[in-house]
Each structure stands twice: as structure tokens, then as C-alpha cells.
């Protein structure tokens, strides 16, 4: 796979820890997916232009060109968020899996799993839920689920559907 959402030279991706890495391939395939998805509505428009007979206006070029300036938007945050997930895994890859975290900072991430915003939010749910079915003692299990600020944070609305699904397992 080549990794074009953001320019790093060599030094910089060997220096890549695993989160990182990982941030960095969901943020490439998530531009892929965007760029496919414009050359299907420009297909689709030019397809729309030619059976109401208009193939030769200049209303193809103005939708193009604002299919174009809405991608152009679209990659602009995803390489900004895709920036701000990589320096925040750099943050939290040196302190490794403290106990407790810090106090709910902003884009802190002292979590023992991934946590990359471009995930989809089922995406965050299974890399979370994941993590906690590996714990074997159910008990511990909740424990330490209860006691994660950032999954609250990152799962949001879907941290207490989690809880309850991690409770199943522990019975």
C-alpha cells in the first residue's frame, strides 16, 4: 500500500510506532474510499448530463468542479485529524499503559488499544470490545472497563451498550 494522505520521508515512517502505523493505513484507506466515491458521482453525473441531453454543457465542468472542492475539503481534514491521532499516539506511546491515565485532556490516549477517530464508531466498539474479552477474569474485566476515561470519551453514546455487552461475558 502507498501512503500519500501525508508526506513523510523514510526516517520519520521507520520511526512509526504500532498505533501509529495503524492510524496511518485507516487515514490511506479512507482517502482511497473518498477518491473512488468521486469518480463515481462525476461517472454518475456525467451519466445524469447525458440522458437529459446536456452531455455537451458546461454544467459537467461546474459539477466536477465542485465534486472537486468538496474532496479537496474532505482530504483537508482527514490529513488535519489524521495529523492530530498521529502526535497524540506519539504522546501516549512513551508513557506506555500507566495506571489511571490523566484527567480526560483532550485527545489524551493512554488506553491499551487503539484509539483512532477516522474508525467508524462500530469500528471503535470491536477494537474496544476486543481489548477487554481478552481480560480472562470477568470480574477484572468490568473493573477496569468501569474505571476507562477514555473509552467514555471515544465510544461516547456507545460506552454503556459496550458495558452491558462486556457484563454478558463476565457472568
Given at each position: 500500500?502507498?501512503?500519500d494522505?501525508?508526506?513523510?520521508t ?14 496511518l ?6 482517502k482511497e474510499?473518498?477518491k ?24 459537467y ?20 485529524r ?8 506519539t ?39 476486543a ?13 477496569q ?23 454478558q461475558?463476565?457472568?
Amino acid at each position: 500500500m502507498i501512503i500519500d494522505v501525508i508526506e513523510l520521508t523514510e526516517e520519520e515512517m521507520s520511526a512509526l510506532n504500532l498505533q501509529q502505523i495503524l492510524i496511518l493505513r485507516n487515514a490511506q484507506i479512507h482517502k482511497e474510499e473518498m477518491k473512488k466515491t468521486l469518480e463515481s458521482d462525476k461517472k454518475s453525473a456525467r451519466l445524469l448530463l447525458l440522458a437529459n441531453g446536456m452531455a455537451r454543457s458546461s454544467v459537467y465542468d461546474e459539477m466536477c468542479a465542485e465534486l472537486e472542492e468538496q474532496y479537496e475539503k474532505d482530504l483537508a481534514e482527514l490529513v488535519e485529524r489524521t495529523q492530530f491521532n498521529l502526535a497524540n499516539a506519539t504522546q501516549s506511546s512513551g508513557g506506555g499503559s500507566g495506571s489511571g491515565g490523566d484527567s480526560g485532556s483532550s485527545g489524551s490516549t493512554d488506553a491499551p488499544y487503539l484509539v483512532d477517530y477516522n474508525l467508524s464508531m462500530l469500528e471503535r466498539v470491536e477494537v474496544v470490545q476486543a481489548y477487554y474479552l481478552s481480560v480472562e477474569d470477568g470480574i477484572e474485566r468490568m473493573r477496569q472497563y468501569a474505571s476507562d476515561k477514555v473509552a467514555r470519551e471515544y465510544l461516547g453514546d456507545y460506552y454503556a451498550a459496550l458495558y452491558s455487552i462486556l457484563q454478558q461475558y463476565s457472568i
